[in-house]
Each structure stands twice: as structure tokens, then as C-alpha cells.
């Protein structure tokens, strides 16, 4: 297929699940299938890698010479993953852009995952046009985090390692955690509120985000979340990874 000016491929790499589309950017919307692959147990780089490449062949011959966004669950500089929270220790310091240019042989744009997902809601979703601070949390195997002001995405704001109770707070209030804990959707949107209640006194923001996989039910928690600040879902709930990481390929 030529190559098509505003489509790019999005992968998601998250700790449980690893996904991929391919993305109109003028509309901010997939335009094929969501394809997913299960993150390799350890999730190490090599295991990341070729899976990478399996996602990006089961998007087919649409995805030919395509640009590729990639978003990941670490903090992410200059190419350079330098955090490993829910994935294997060897990311820290790894290369990553290098290498995965290198295994999909196209030119890669690296994010964090929650900083993708910010973008998609910043261009194309709740958060576009929003004055002030915007916070996108995103909920999931661990906990992200995207600061959006006035119109700009401030990078690696990492608020699930915010220590509450002892330990970083992701380990007790992520979507792993009640899934881990078997605990109700009110006894989890317990924990969401002091988690909520401490990053708005913290930050006051004007608006707070929630997004992941878990977005998808918010009835069971989110009416049960007192904040200051308007708490809304995301709009592109569990493919904003996959569209904000596009949307930095086109560059
Ligand atoms: C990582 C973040 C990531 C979040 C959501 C955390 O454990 O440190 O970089 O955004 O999980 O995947």
C-alpha cells in the first residue's frame, strides 16, 4: 500500500497485554482491527521485541511502510527507557527506539504510555481545549500518569510511585490490585479516592482523566470518587496509548 500522509501505526505495550492499530490522524481514530498479543511472561526485551514484530505483521499489508509510534510502561528520555515497574529490569537504560528501529526496520517514536494516552485525549479527546492542569490517570496493571498544561503534555510524571501505606501506591490501587485483592468495586474505589484526594491536594488540578483498560466500566467506581476538580472518563478509554503513540510518529 503507498504510503498514506495521516495514518500511522500505534503499539501499546502494557504489562499485561500488548496492542496494536493502525491510525487515521486527522480523525484521531483506528482504522483496523485492535490486534493484541499477550505481554511475554518477564516481558525482556527480546521476548518484547519479536512480539512487536508479530503485532505489527497481523495488521497486514496496511501497515507497509507505515511510521510507528510505541508506548511503554516506563519513563521514557530521549529514546532511552529508564524505569522498569511491571516489566523486566533489563529495560533500564536500554536503547529502546535503537532497538526496536532496528527489529521492525521503520523509524520509531518512544513514549510512556500514559503520556500517549494524554496526547490522544489532548488532540482528540476530553482533554482538547482544556485551560489550566489536566491530569490523565491511567488504570491498569500499575498506575499512570499524563500532566497536561494548557495544551502541552509535561513528560514522565510517574504518580502511581507516589508512596502511600508504605509502598508505591500503584502496588494497592491499580485495576491489578483489585483484581489481585478480589475486592469489590467499592472497597477499590476506597482506595482510588485516597489516591484521587492525594494527587488533588497535591496539584489541584482543573480536571482529572481516568483511562485504561478499566474506563470501560465506569458505572462500578467512578459515581462512588468525590473530587474538586471534574473527574471524567477518557475518551478513547483503552485505545489512547495506540492513538497518542501514532500521533507522535507523523512527528
Ligand atoms: C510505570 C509507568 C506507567 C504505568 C502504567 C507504572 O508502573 O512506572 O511508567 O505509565 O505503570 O503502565
Known amino acids: 500500500m503507498a504510503q498514506t500522509a495521516d495514518h500511522a501505526i500505534g503499539i501499546d505495550i502494557g504489562g499485561t497485554g500488548m496492542k496494536a492499530g493502525i491510525v487515521d490522524l486527522a480523525a484521531g481514530e483506528l482504522i483496523s482491527d485492535r490486534v493484541r498479543i499477550p505481554t511475554p511472561e518477564g516481558a525482556t526485551p527480546p521476548d518484547v521485541l519479536s512480539t512487536a514484530k508479530d503485532l505489527v505483521g497481523l495488521l497486514g499489508d496496511a501497515a507497509e511502510g507505515l511510521p510507528i509510534g510505541v508506548c511503554f510502561p516506563a519513563i521514557v ?32 517514536h518512544f513514549v510512556n504510555d500514559a503520556d500517549a494516552a494524554g496526547l490522544a485525549e489532548l488532540e482528540f479527546g476530553v482533554a482538547k481545549g482544556q485551560p489550566g492542569l489536566s491530569i ?9 500518569s499524563a500532566f497536561l498544561f494548557d495544551g ?28 489481585r485483592d478480589d475486592i469489590s468495586w ?16 497535591l496539584f489541584s488540578p482543573d480536571l482529572i482523566i481516568v ?3 478499566v474506563s470501560k466500566n465506569p458505572d462500578k467506581f467512578l459515581p462512588l470518587i468525590t473530587s474538586r ?15 497518542g503513540a501514532a500521533s507522535l510518529a507523523l512527528g
Open 77 to 108: 528520555k530521549n529514546g532511552v527507557t529508564l524505569s522498569a515497574a511491571n516489566i523486566s529490569d533489563e529495560w533500564i537504560g536500554l536503547e529502546a527506539d535503537k532497538l526496536f528501529s532496528a527489529t521492525l526496520e521503520h523509524e520509531i
Open 136 to 144: 490523565v490517570t491511567t488504570l491498569g496493571t500499575g498506575i499512570g
Open 152 to 179: 502541552k503534555l509535561v513528560p514522565n510524571t510517574e504518580l502511581g510511585h507516589l508512596i502511600w501505606r508504605g509502598t508505591d501506591i500503584e502496588k494497592w490501587a491499580s485495576a491489578s490490585a483489585r483484581e
Open 186 to 201: 467499592s472497597e477499590w474505589a476506597a482506595r482510588l479516592q485516597e489516591f484521587y484526594a492525594h494527587v488533588e491536594f
Open 211 to 213: 483511562g485504561g483498560g
Open 229 to 243: 476538580a471534574p473527574i471524567v472518563t477518557a475518551q478513547h478509554r483503552n485505545n489512547a496509548g495506540i492513538i
